[in-house]
C-alpha cells in the first residue's frame, strides 16, 4: 500500500478520546475527517452515538456524520466504496486524511478491502431476520456454533447483523462464512498510519461510567425513547439503546438501565481492545503524547523514516541472509536505525541516537511488526533501556542463555513483546 497520500487512522476502545484527537490532527494538517463509526451515520441517533458536537463539527469539515436514516441499509461494502471516493476527493487538494472510529471491521474494508464472499439472496437474509425477530439472539448464536465454529469463536456474539451476514453465507455456499476470509490486502493509493488512544484499564473504565451518565444528562431517555418503535433495526441493537428500551417498556428500573449501559459499554470497549490486538500495527498514543504524536507522523509523512532490505553473507551458516534496517535521517544527520537480522540470533536493535522514550518505543514497535510475527527474541542495547518497561522485559533464565546465542552471556535483557497472528 503505496503512495504519497497519508491516511492517519485514530482508533481506540469507547470513551478514549478518539474525536478530539482527529479534529486536533485535521486541524493541524489542515484536512478533513471521515467517521468510521457504523453507527454515527445515522441522523436520528446522535446522543448515545456520542458524535461530534455541532462546534466539533464547525471546526473541521466531516464525513458519514448524519448521512443515513435508521431505516437504510448501509453494508461495510457499501462504505469502503463511498469512503475511497471521498478520499480521492480529499487527496486531490491535501496529502493527509484523517478517519476515526471504534467500528475495527469499517476501518479494515477501508485500509485492506474486503473478503470475497458469495452472493446471498434477499430471501435467505430476510429468513435469517425472521429467526432472530421470532426466538431470539440465541438461534442465530447456535447455528453459527454448528455451521462455522472458528468463526463462533472470533465473532461478536451479540451484534445480530454479523451473525446474519455470516449464516447466510453458509447457507448459501455450504461452506464455513471463515473459509471465505482469506485476508488478502487490496492495493491503496495511501499510506495508513494507526494511531491507538490507550489508556490505563481503570481510567478507561472511569471515563466509560462518566460518559454514560453525561449522556443521560444530555437526553438519552428521550433520544430512545422517540426510538423505541423501531426497536428491531439493526442500528439499534446498540449499547445505550438496548438498555434504555426495557425501562420505557416497564420491565426495569432506571438505575439498573443505567447500569447495564455502563457494564455493556466497558465489554464492549474489551472486544475493541481485542479486536485492534490481532493486528500488531497499532501504535499505542495517550493525548498528553501530542508533541511525540507529531513528531512521529511528520517522519512518516515526509519520508525520513525509511526501510532498506539488504543482504549478507552469515559467516556461521554459510549463506545469504536478509537484513532489514529502519531509519529515520534528516539530511544532515542519522537520527534512529533500528535493524533486524533474520538468524537465530534474533531482533537486534541498536539506535544511532535515541530520540526520545515515546518515539523510540513507536519504532522498536514498528521493527516488531516488520518481524512478520516470527516468535522474537531481542537484543536491546543499553541506550534502549527506558523502554524495558513499556514492553514488560525480562531478565534472561540460565536456561534461555544457553538456548539463545545472541544473549551475549546475558549482558542483554530479552523480550517477546508479542506474536503476531
Request: hydrophobic fraction near 35%; aromatic fraction near 10%; proline fraction near 5%.
Amino acid at each position: 500500500m503505496e503512495g504519497n497520500k497519508t491516511l492517519i487512522i485514530v482508533g481506540g476502545p469507547t470513551a478514549s478520546g478518539k474525536t478530539a484527537l482527529a479534529i486536533r490532527l485535521a486541524r493541524h494538517y489542515g484536512t478533513e475527517v471521515l467517521s468510521a463509526d457504523s453507527r454515527q451515520f445515522y441522523r436520528e441517533m446522535s446522543i448515545g452515538t456520542a458524535k461530534p458536537t455541532p462546534e466539533e463539527l464547525q471546526q473541521v469539515k466531516h464525513h458519514f456524520i448524519d448521512s443515513l436514516s435508521i431505516g437504510e441499509a448501509y453494508t461495510v461494502g457499501d462504505f469502503e466504496r463511498d469512503a475511497l471516493k471521498v478520499l480521492d476527493e480529499i487527496f486531490q487538494t491535501h496529502s493527509v486524511a484523517v478517519v476515526t472510529g471504534g467500528s475495527g471491521l469499517y476501518l479494515k474494508a477501508l485500509c485492506e478491502g474486503l473478503d470475497a464472499f458469495p452472493e446471498t439472496p434477499v430471501e435467505v437474509r430476510d429468513a435469517l431476520e425472521t429467526l432472530y425477530l421470532k426466538k431470539g439472539l440465541g438461534a442465530l448464536q447456535e447455528e453459527l456454533r454448528t455451521a462455522d465454529p472458528v468463526y463462533y469463536h472470533t465473532v461478536d456474539l451479540k451484534n445480530p447483523h454479523r451473525l446474519i451476514r455470516a449464516l447466510a453465507v453458509c447457507r448459501v455456499s455450504g461452506q464455513p462464512f471463515s473459509s471465505f476470509r482469506k485476508k488478502q490486502f487490496s492495493e491503496r493509493s495511501f499510506r495508513p498510519i494507526y494511531l491507538e488512544l490507550s489508556w490505563e484499564r481503570a481510567e478507561l473504565y472511569r471515563r466509560i461510567d462518566q460518559r454514560v451518565l453525561s449522556m443521560m444528562e444530555k437526553g438519552l431517555l428521550e433520544e430512545a425513547r422517540t426510538l423505541l418503535p423501531h426497536e428491531n433495526l439493526t442500528a439499534l441493537q446498540t449499547v445505550g439503546y438496548q438498555e434504555l428500551f426495557p425501562y420505557l417498556q416497564g420491565e426495569t428500573t432506571l438505575e439498573e438501565a443505567v447500569s447495564l449501559i455502563q457494564q455493556n459499554s466497558r465489554r464492549y470497549a474489551k472486544r475493541q481492545l481485542t479486536w485492534s490486538r490481532r493486528d500488531g500495527f497499532w501504535k499505542h498514543v495517550h493525548p498528553s503524547e501530542w508533541t511525540s504524536i507529531l513528531q512521529y507522523l511528520d517522519f512518516s509523512i515526509s519520508g525520513l523514516i525509511s526501510w532498506r532490505q539488504e543482504s549478507f553473507i552469515d559467516q556461521d551458516k554459510g549463506r545469504e541472509q536478509e537484513s532489514l534496517r529502519l531509519v529515520i535521517q534528516t539530511p544532515d544527520r542519522l537520527l534512529a536505525e533500528v535493524h533486524y537480522q533474520n538468524t537465530r540470533k534474533g531482533l537486534a536493535l541498536t539506535p544511532a541516537e535515541y530520540p526520545g522514550e515515546e518515539l523510540a518505543r513507536w519504532l522498536l514497535h514498528e521493527m516488531i511488526y516488520r518481524a512478520e510475527g516470527k516468535p522474537l527474541t531481542a537484543l536491546l542495547d543499553p541506550e534502549w533501556e527506558p523502554l524495558l518497561e513499556a514492553f514488560a522485559f525480562r531478565p534472561l533464565t540460565r536456561g534461555e542463555m544457553n538456548s539463545v546465542e545472541a544473549a551475549l552471556a546475558g549482558r542483554y535483557p530479552l523480550v517477546r513483546p508479542w506474536k503476531k497472528g
